[in-house]
């Protein structure tokens, strides 16, 4: 493979909840038209369908080569960054990017080797805010606010649009990596989560709060940092040691 075949295998369109299997088609067809390869559906409501198929018009490996799964952590396994992208701004605190930053950052993420998923929502209600909390960043292409919302199909040409054309333009050298190890997944994030939030409710840190906002702060904090699989490895242990110092704690309580 070439460098630029590399870096296109490491990026990935997934599209959550799709409705319409025209748009899977269409989608398959702008994905390819660029130079990439790889879509995976989530939780599509009509897959495979024979109008994805005539709408792909021939992008039929891009289609067939499709992964079906249940849910969006499914799809991102993998990829430790994750670009959501939505139509309107949405209660998710997630840094803001234009399709071209966006397309930059993409790419040098490939080039540390990384690989990358571009997340696009349902075409009636766009990606939920737990969707968008398992992305890195959020973005929006610039629409006018009266009338914001691309055809599906569309936000998947202009996004693979930007990458190609980023990727054709990819003379200097790849940017030094930013960590020694690469960034934990999707997936292991999510297990770090779980034990984040179980240790919280086990040294009893919500003291009656509701816990959705304090973990969907944490979650940005630790995106922001992209942890790797042995910098994971330490907050696991660290997590690990509080809940045993909290089942100490708890024995000794007098009854
Ligand atoms: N009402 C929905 C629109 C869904 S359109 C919403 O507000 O999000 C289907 C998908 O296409 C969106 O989930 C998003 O991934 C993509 N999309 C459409 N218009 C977009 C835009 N202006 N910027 C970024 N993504 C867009």
Redesign the pocket.
């Known amino acids: 493979m070439t460098a630029a075949a590399d870096l296109a295998a490491r990026l990935r369109f997934v599209l959550v909840r799709t409705s319409h299997p025209g748009n899977i088609g269409s989608a398959a067809r702008a994905i390819r038209t660029m130079g990439f390869t790889r879509m995976e559906l989530v939780a599509p409501h009509r897959f495979p369908d024979p109008e994805a198929s005539a709408l792909a018009a021939g992008a039929d490996d891009v289609l067939g080569g499709a992964g079906i799964h249940g849910e969006l952590v499914e799809g991102l396994v993998g990829a430790s960054f994750a670009l959501g992208?939505?139509?309107?701004r949405r209660g998710v605190n997630l840094p803001e990017l234009a399709p071209r930053e966006a397309a930059a950052r993409a790419l040098a993420a490939a080039a540390r080797g990384e690989q990358v998923a571009l997340v696009?929502?349902?075409?009636?209600?766009?990606?939920e805010n737990e969707e968008l909390a398992r992305c890195h960043a959020m973005?929006?292409?610039p629409?006018v606010d009266d009338f914001?919302?691309?055809n599906?199909s569309q936000?998947v040409q202009v996004m693979a649009y930007e990458l190609r054309l980023a990727l054709l333009g990819d003379q200097a050298p790849p940017p030094p990596p930013e960590h020694d190890e690469p960034p934990a997944d999707a997936a292991k994030m999510e297990r770090f989560y779980a034990h984040l939030a179980q240790t919280l409710d086990d040294i009893e840190f919500h003291k009656g709060r509701e816990p959705t906002t304090i973990m969907l702060r944490l979650r940005k904090l630790f995106q922001r940092a992209q942890p790797d699989e042995r910098e994971l490895r330490v907050l696991h242990g660290i997590l690990a040691d509080a809940q045993r110092m909290a089942t100490l704690a708890a024995a000794r309580k007098p009854d």
């Open positions: 992208l939505s139509a309107r696009f929502g349902n075409e009636r209600t766009g990606l973005v929006r292409i629409s914001s919302s691309l599906l936000a």
